[in-house]
């Protein structure tokens, strides 16, 4: 069997793993089988079950113990691995473009400090130009394009790799795979991620607190972004 065809088997095998466990609820420290068991009842050679083993270890799902009394237990998943599965399950979630638009509402006040605060001036300059884009296509079927390439280069400059990681990924959920995240193209909206763009490239703090105040809760009481 070629390294492909192994590594695809060992994929499919720690993906019905997973399910096993997901599907039965198992708790951490339930007893998954021994390695050979294993094997034998995927009828897989044992390198292939030892690849499916590491890509669940790998992801914080199982734990390996070896010596008498060892073998494949589910592990205690940490905050940070049940926040990285919640994101792989977009797609299979039903998940809305209400809820995700919260979710980005909450992070836009740290996003944007972090831009006016470390912005370099290349960033500045594509910053500019983002708005730029944006001012000449509003109110049109660019608008909402335009609008999101703005937030997440904003977003690109926050050394918090977390807030970054989780910001731009929204957006491209958002942008990629749902339909209904548009919201009105008012004057009031255009003005207020401008001045997004604004408060970066001239530093201005007190002026990046004015825009998300209007951006989570404009004067219009049509929705943000």
Same mark, same amino acid.
């Given at each position: ?94 998940? &809305? ?48 394009? &335009? ?68 951006? &989570? ?9």
């Amino acid at each position: 069997m070629s390294q492909i065809a192994t590594a695809a088997v060992a994929v499919q095998v720690a993906r019905a793993l997973e399910e096993e466990i997901t599907s039965n609820g198992f708790k951490p420290g339930h007893f998954i089988g021994r390695r050979q068991e294993l094997a034998a009842r995927f009828s897989v050679a044992p390198a292939t079950l030892g690849e499916a083993i590491q890509l669940l270890r790998s992801r914080g799902i199982v734990d390996a113990k070896p010596g008498p009394g060892g073998g494949i237990f589910v592990s205690e998943r940490s905050p940070f691995a049940q926040l990285s599965d919640h994101l792989l399950a977009l797609r299979e979630e039903q998940t &809305t473009a209400e809820q995700c638009l919260r979710v980005l509402d909450a992070l836009d006040g740290a996003v944007l400090r972090d831009a006016v605060d470390f912005a370099t001036e290349d960033d500045i300059t594509d910053i500019a130009r983002c708005a730029d884009e944006l001012q000449a296509a509003w109110g049109t079927s660019e608008s909402a394009a &335009t609008m999101w390439r703005l937030h997440e280069r904003i977003a690109q400059t926050t050394p918090n790799e977390l807030l970054r990681g989780l910001y731009t990924n929204l957006v491209k959920y958002i942008t990629e795979e749902l339909d209904d995240a548009v919201a009105p193209h008012t004057e009031e909206r255009l003005h207020t991620h401008l001045d997004f763009a604004k408060a970066v490239v001239q530093r201005d703090h007190e002026l990046a607190a004015s825009a998300i105040a209007r951006h &989570t809760h404009p004067a219009s009481g049509a929705g943000a972004h």
